[in-house]
């Protein structure tokens, strides 16, 4: 059993910190190395004059991505390094390939379809495994309809071409684990023969590897038969409302593996695909890590599928909703409390009545559960929540660390719920001012709009460790509290105070002072460590 140095487990900014110390000082030199016809480009390797097993870390990560650009002109190439220290490193021999554990590949599909790609690839990538510990391949694609004629007109050799560059990918990174595709355009200019070569070279591709990131565009798909390989996707991204069902079947024919889910634009209808297959049976996503659901259309809750006994998600860390609730029952909050930490909401008459019936967010059902995102829908309006129920299901949501709100979601919110006498968010934006108000006119605004309310509400616990308190920040308490005349505090981390401190004063004196009479009892309290 083999032990780890002691510095092998140092955090990755203490080592970055230790380094970065030694480069300015006398125990760093450079060598600088020229070779062959690169000569007039400088390769320059850090001596760090410190022991060998810290050296050796740093050794490590020095050129941990190889960037290869392919030009349109056969034997174009540019091949670029990521290097620690941070250097514009650029050198096309073959010295430092053994070093890179991921490769970014920019290249067009006019270029593989014409065997340029492979001409130009197969300069660096002349023997069998030439870069022996990559893992990762990102293909990035760019347009170009050049050769178009010729590719059209040579169908065969055109086939011939994608196979070779295939193989070639193969043979020069036989280690590869993973690829991703990237399009940096979509697919919008692209003809029906290069969509149609291009999923063929993404098949082919896929049957290399055991793990695909994979970026769906609704211009593409694959045959029925190609989609029968496809069963290796770890993230998969759907961007268009077109052909939902053809997204939902390479969704399901991936699910022992998918990590990632996540759709732009789907209807609250064809969530029902996600949950059961073509038999009716329940799916089952092991590896799912984060959902992203993004719907559209005009939900009918009276109609939205229930899935009793259905546990899709068992792992899931990061769950977001957007445009609308899609299910009729807590289904994707089933069999991941001990996982769920992150969720994202948008609050409606609908989703509070959830919440209130499946007891979503009772205390102890998701105890890992730090961040909650909530966006209040329009019509959200005073009077809204009704019931004591819907007052405790809110402040519920409302005292979980770090719900996301903006300025007005926050005054509609203490406006809406006499009871609540705490909200704990991160730290709130402006958000947009209304049409016809100016920032100086901001404050007469929110009075005359929604003062005097929340005649129970105390202190705004604002929590956020990483981000350093803003003067919107104290615009947002300051506004908060000339509208809330029982508003005493702000409650905010230790290590915040005397930035806040020092922000507040500054702003009530230079731009609030006219409003010191509503301030006095904000200004009594002024702020409490939380």
Request: one cysteine or more.
């Amino acid at each position: 059993m083999s032990t780890l140095s002691p510095f092998q487990t140092l955090p990755a900014h203490i080592v970055n910190t230790v380094v970065d110390h030694v480069l300015g000082s006398s125990r760093y030199e450079f060598d600088g190395l020229e070779k062959g016809s690169y000569g007039y480009q400088k390769l320059q390797f850090p001596r760090l004059h410190i022991c060998r097993n810290f050296r050796a870390i740093v050794a490590a990560n020095f050129c941990n991505i190889c960037r290869i650009s392919l030009s349109t002109l056969p034997y174009g190439i540019r091949i670029k390094w990521n290097t620690w220290p941070p250097q514009s490193l650029y050198r096309p021999d073959t010295s430092l390939f053994h070093l890179p554990k991921k490769i970014d590949l920019t290249l067009t599909m006019s270029d593989i379809c014409t065997g340029n790609a492979l001409t130009s690839l197969s300069r660096i990538a002349y023997k069998e495994g030439a870069f022996p510990r990559v893992r990762l391949i990102r293909f990035q694609f760019d347009q170009s309809m050049a050769w178009l004629d010729e590719i059209v007109s040579k169908p065969e050799e055109t086939r011939a071409n994608i196979r070779a560059f295939v193989q070639l990918i193969r043979k020069m990174a036989p280690g590869t684990k993973e690829i991703m595709v990237v399009t940096k355009f979509g697919l919008q200019g692209m003809t029906q023969c290069l969509k149609h070569h291009f999923s063929d070279l993404l098949i082919q591709l896929y049957q290399t590897v055991e793990h695909v990131v994979h970026q769906y565009h609704g211009q593409l798909e694959f045959n029925k038969s190609q989609l029968e390989s496809v069963r290796n996707l770890i993230s998969l991204n759907y961007f268009v409302k077109d052909n939902s069902a053809y997204f939902l079947r390479l969704a399901q024919s991936s699910t022992p593996t998918l990590n990632l889910l996540s759709t732009k634009s789907i209807s609250d209808f064809d969530i029902a695909g996600l949950i059961r297959d073509d038999n009716g049976d329940y799916v089952r996503y092991p590896c799912l890590q984060t959902l992203w659901l993004v719907t559209w259309g005009k939900s009918n809750t009276s109609r939205l599928p229930v899935f009793p006994g259905a546990v899709p998600f068992p792992i899931l860390r990061i769950l977001s909703f957007r445009g609308g609730y899609p299910f009729g029952d807590d289904t994707p909050f089933r069999g991941n409390a001990a996982t769920l930490m992150n969720v994202g909401i948008s609050l409606d008459r609908s989703m509070v009545d959830m919440i209130r019936t499946y007891d979503i967010f009772t205390p102890g059902r998701h105890p890992k559960l730090q961040n909650v995102k909530t966006e209040l829908v329009d019509g959200l309006v005073p009077g809204y929540f009704a019931t004591v129920a819907d007052y405790m299901q809110l402040a519920l949501i409302l005292s979980l660390p770090r719900s996301h709100l903006k300025l007005w979601e926050a005054v509609v919110l203490v406006r809406s719920l006499p009871l609540l006498s705490d909200l704990y968010t991160s730290y709130p934006k402006l958000g947009p001012i209304p049409a016809g108000v100016t920032l100086a006119d901001l404050p007469d605004y929110a009075i005359s709009k929604f003062a005097p309310m929340g005649k129970r509400f105390r202190c705004w616990r604002l929590d956020d460790d990483e981000t350093e308190v803003s003067k919107e920040v104290v615009h947002c308490v300051i506004l908060l509290a000339l509208v809330c005349p029982n508003f005493g505090y702000a409650a905010l981390a230790k290590n915040k105070r005397e930035e806040f401190m020092e922000l507040l004063s500054a702003t009530i004196a230079n731009e609030y002072q006219k409003y010191a009479p509503r301030l006095q009892r904000f200004l009594f309290y002024g702020w409490k460590e939380r």
